[in-house]
């Protein structure tokens, strides 16, 4: 069963009442991780669109990037986008069920989630303050430090700050081995592989490459100046 196949299904139950709440509360197990991180990344984009008052193309096609669409699945999508757009449900009681299905696996597959966010925002070549406070709010539902927020921001933002002892969730006392512990787990973390057993959809995997760029760099940056 195809991962759009499992999102019709949803928008079924939504069409007989359940709300969007709901069917994060059910899709709890690793196999339907996929269908739920598709599910949100298209509902907190709808919500984030309505932030800063609008939809593009860019950000439309910034989406596509993320997840292929089959054609005959485009008005499922577009369905779900719309759904999401005139809930009345917050943005941040989204972010709350989405944070609780992940149970105790949450920093890895939340972040990743963010960044799925954040291609969207960028899409239009233009980071409005509204989609910063969105995106900050949903990273402090999800429970990440500020410190992986501005890591994040910091990979898809032009001229955003960018702390390389951020990048890798490290202090600048720590001994050079120590960060070279973590910037491998960082590494391993990153892998595809790895991305893919935490219920990560395949086509998001490719959101992974910016991240092991500006982590790579971090650890250049670093072992530089040691």
Not at 36 to 53: H, Q, R, S
Not at 195 to 204: L, N
Request: negative net charge.
């Amino acid at each position: 069963m195809s991962i759009w196949t499992r999102i019709s299904d949803a928008i079924a139950a939504l069409r007989k009442g359940d709300s969007l709440s709901d069917v994060f509360g059910k899709l709890r197990t690793p196999p339907e991780r996929r269908v739920a991180f598709a599910i949100a990344v298209i509902a907190l984009g709808a919500k984030m669109a309505k932030a800063d008052g609008q939809v593009t193309r860019n950000e439309v096609a910034a989406f596509r990037e993320v997840f292929h669409i089959p054609a005959r699945e485009e008005k499922n999508a577009a369905r779900l986008f719309n759904l999401a757009r005139q809930d009345v449900a917050g943005f941040e009681d989204y972010a709350r069920k989405i944070r609780r299905m992940y149970g105790d696996d949450q920093t890895a597959p939340l972040c990743e989630l963010l960044e799925g966010l954040f291609h969207i925002a960028v899409a239009d070549g233009e980071y409005h303050p509204r989609e910063d406070d969105f995106l900050s709010r949903v990273a402090e539902v999800f429970g990440l430090e500020e410190r992986r927020f501005k890591a994040v921001r910091a990979q898809f933002v032009p001229g955003a700050d960018r702390d390389p002892y951020d990048v890798l969730g490290v202090d600048p006392e720590m001994p050079l081995d120590e960060i070279r512990k973590q910037w491998r787990r960082l590494v391993r973390e990153t892998h595809p592989d790895a991305m893919m057993a935490r219920g990560v959809p395949e086509e998001a995997v490719k959101l992974a490459e910016k991240r092991m760029i500006a982590i790579n760099e971090a650890w250049d940056e670093i072992s530089r100046q040691s």
